[in-house]
């Protein structure tokens, strides 16, 4: 059977909602609110629901420099061109954005029950540090599918009013339906072994701190433990940062540039895992393609895979 057959397109309503704010939201109030509120919200939703197309928009956001200086050095970029806001950082002033429109009454689904799975995004040209930004943040869709719910975000950054960078998120919610039995997986061919990446107990608490990304389950073994983890984990952006300052060492992200990545098994802190890629070129277009995976060194199991597109300068 077709997988595509089993999923289902909620609809959304023709109307669009802008919602304006003045500010990037209080991460302490976001995560209160979501506790609040997670008693009185599905992890499903309804074949027929329509939910309102909503858009939540921040004007006039300077980036905070000390911030971005700070992330350079937790996520392992260089200090080369500090004058250039990296690729992956403009993802971070979305945190707050996500957050409001998850636990806004316009949004249907748990907000606690939320796992991001995919991002994506691409940068027209450089951002640098002294730019003032409008930021967006739109409902894209929400899919049913035989696991559970897919909720897509599209991201904007807008400078001197136009797109400079743009992305999309997807987040997943597991519903409550019977485990079927799991098909065999076939035999992965990895990426040849770049870079051993060395993931400290702290990498949560420190990314946390650049990030506005302060869910719990990332920061102490005590609480993950409440969310059903074992360990504390790793952000999957950070995870996706790292790799992306290894790849701009290896190859230079200076001009236009494009990545997608899905996040596949959490990293339970302290790990050591392993950074492959290879780079391919497309003559035709003039890009250079990079296929990456971040796995688990011993096991060799998947915490990451995607690829970058950039401007082949050969």
């Known amino acids: 059977m077709d997988n595509n057959q089993d999923i289902r397109q909620i609809a959304l309503g023709d109307t669009k909602t802008i919602v304006k704010i003045k500010k990037r939201p209080s991460m302490g109030y976001i995560f209160l609110k979501a506790f609040l509120i997670s008693p009185f919200r599905s992890n499903t939703i309804g074949d027929d629901a329509i939910v309102n197309k909503t858009r939540i928009v921040l004007k006039n956001h300077l980036p905070d420099k000390e911030q971005i200086k700070n ?25 707050g954005l996500l957050g409001k429109f998850i636990t806004s009454s316009f949004f249907p689904i748990n907000p606690l029950g939320l796992i991001q799975i995919f ?9 640098k540090i002294n730019e003032t930004l409008d930021l967006a943040c739109t409902l894209k869709s929400i899919e049913k ?10 991201l904007e950054v807008m400078s001197g009013g136009h797109i400079v960078w743009q992305g999309t998120c997807i987040f997943f919610t597991r519903s409550r339906v019977k485990k079927k039995k799991k098909a065999k997986k076939k035999d992965e061919i990895l990426l040849k072994k ?24 990332h920061l102490y073994a005590v609480l993950a433990k409440l969310f059903g983890f074992k360990k504390a984990i790793a952000h999957g952006m950070w995870s996706l940062a790292r790799v992306i300052a290894s790849l701009d060492r290896e190859f230079g992200i200076h001009d236009w540039a494009a990545i997608e990545a899905a996040f596949k098994l959490p990293i339970f802190m302290p790990a050591t895992t392993a950074l492959g890629y290879e780079r391919q070129n497309d003559t035709k277009t003039h890009q250079a393609i990079v296929s990456f995976e971040l796995r688990d060194e011993k096991k060799g199991l998947p915490h990451l895979k995607g690829r970058l597109l950039y401007k082949d300068q050969g």
Request: charged share 20%.
């Open 71 to 95: 992330y350079r050095t937790v996520c392992g970029f260089s200090k080369d061109r500090p004058d250039i806001i990296p690729i992956s950082y403009l993802q971070t002033l979305f945190i």
């Open 119 to 127: 991002q994506s995004f691409e940068q027209k040209r450089p951002v």
């Open 145 to 154: 599918t035989p696991k559970g719910i897919e909720t897509a975000f599209t």
């Open 194 to 217: 770049q870079e051993t990446i060395i993931v400290p107990p702290d990498t949560g608490r420190r990314y946390a701190s650049v990030s506005g990304d302060y869910n719990p389950h």
